[in-house]
């Protein structure tokens, strides 16, 4: 008798992140145990029309590993069908995944508990004469799409002549466009795994080669030095951890997730945003935090099935 779980891997999709998805589950592919798993992949295209293929596959799988990223797969839309369906998956659900890719929802929400954060506008196309100067003070900003991940869209604005370039191309992305002030300090990123009781794995420093740590920075190899641990004091690692646990909890996450952060002066913590489903492919920040806390890749997505099953 086969006692193996029925698991789907789920990429692809609509996004942006389509090859980046890709890369994500292919890599969870290669590391889920086939003595335990039973496993099938399906794949999105880039035009989501062969969606509809994915629901008779759907009756005998008890599990669907999500490895989609950005709109159409981490927003909500992919967990509504599968709640729908009857059938359990990994990562967030539907209002969480949905709350974390709108960024200004999240801030706003966020914002009420009192948690740091970058000074940010946020625009509409038809938003006219609007006076950044008087929130964010003076360039460079940060221009970035609301509902877009790896970065996609985003850029330093440092004069006003290049202001209006940059929103135009972050408007190809996204609906709402947030401008935020520029903040020079280390990145640093804490993943998370667990449900009610979750944990924190080592942080993450990010040194990008260009400027800030960009679509090409987080994909090509070489394009940043990240270490683990951060060189932080234990005092501030712990402030950090602290702080993305109550972030996870607040925004209702679950499985696994990560809250990246920047320091302000190198010493103050401000929210950046939440990813509900982290990239894991091999120049994935994820694997190589769990790494660093002892947790290869195919421990790691046990842990990431478990937390979904159990």
Known sequence: MDNRKNIIVLMGGRSPEHEISLISGKEVVRNLDTKK??????????DGKNWQKLLPKLHATDL???AMHGPYGEDGTVQG?????????TGSGVLTSSLTM???MTRQLLSVHSIPMPKSVAIAKNDKNVNFSQVLGKFPYFVKPNNQGSSVGMSIVRKKSELKKAITNAFKYSDTVLVDEYIKGKE?????????KP??????E?????????????????????????????????????????IYKIMGCKGFARVDFILRNDTVPLFLEVNTIPGLTPMSLFPKAAKSAGILFPE???KIISNALF
């Open 64 to 66: 669907v590993f999500i």
């Open 102 to 104: 709108d960024k200004n």
């Open 206 to 246: 990010i040194i990008p080669k260009a400027e800030f740590f960009d679509y090409d920075s987080k994909y090509l190899r070489g394009g940043a030095q990240e270490i683990v641990p951060a060189r932080i004091s234990e005092k501030l690692t712990k402030q950090i951890q602290t702080l993305a646990i109550k």
């Open 300 to 302: 790691l997505v046990d």
């Open 199 to 204: 944990e924190t794995l080592p942080l993450v």
């Open 37 to 46: 798993y039973n496993v099938n992949t399906f794949v999105i295209k880039k």
């Open 188 to 196: 640093i990123t804490c993943a998370i795994l667990g449900n009610k």
């Open 81 to 89: 069908l599968l709640d729908l369906a009857g059938v359990k998956y």
